[in-house]
């Protein structure tokens, strides 16, 4: 597997003992060098050179603060909680354009950071009681006043998966991709199932095919809005597909010089491979290697 995945390789220190000691966290937030994400609900504004934007700590500014880490230099770095009525889109497309301005350490902590404010913003309120909570921990959960139940960030285990059968593997698109656009079948894991039961669920429901022998690869995050991206290759027992439409628009069976085509961008390659960021990429690049 090409190494480093889109979203991976934050290089803050997660900081955890500040999190919990709340005399050191305020200590953090009072030190003069902090720095502090600067965004746009949750999209990342672009600095002078292209990459993160970030400031001092304002301290007119009430939002609550949630803590990233700290840096090499014991430097602390910030992001605010989304103020109220803020953007949130959790697919935004502008952000997905901006993405290429990152280094991959930056994007690896805007994602980290863009997930942290988007679950902030949507959990205002008691998952048990239904009464208003408040940040704590840092800002790496939420705790009810009223009934003191204690709520945390949540991750979305995705399969991400490769078919494999008689040196081929399996792509797909759904409608909403653009045109020529395939990339590998996923879907999220749901409660009482296995990883491997969940590829092998998943494969079955969108393309009516069955697998065995279902090998973990890499995972990714995937900060739109909360997924964490498990990729695995599995082997097929027969090519025949019946598509779940609903789903999955179009499918097709690719050999390794199809794939190596479509990731070097020839023109004539069936089909359009996945961005460097998507694990999806990485799966193929892996397979095809």
Known sequence: MSLPLG????????????????????????????RCLVLDGIDFVPGDGGGLSWEALDPADDRALMLLGIDDDAIPHFVREASLGARIDARSRTVMRLLPLLS?????????ARSLVDWHARHRFCAVCGLPTDLFRGGWGRRCGSCSAEHFPRVDPVVIMLAECDGRVLVGRQGGFPPGFFSALAGFVEP???????????????????????????????????????????VAKDPALTLDTTEIEAAMWVDKAEVRAALAGDMGAPFLAPPSLAIARHLLEDWAA
């Open 104 to 112: 991959g350490a930056e994007a690896a902590l805007y994602g980290g």
């Open 7 to 34: 979203f991976t390789g934050a290089w803050l220190d997660r900081a955890d003992q500040l999190r919990t000691d709340a005399e050191r966290f305020a200590a953090a937030a009072a030190d003069p060098r902090a």
């Open 192 to 234: 009482g199932e296995s990883l491997e039961e969940a590829v092998a669920r998943e494969l079955w429901e969108e393309a009516g095919i069955r697998v065995s022998d279902v090998r973990y690869v890499a995972s990714q995050p995937w900060p739109f809005p909360s997924s964490l991206m498990i990729g695995c290759r599995a």
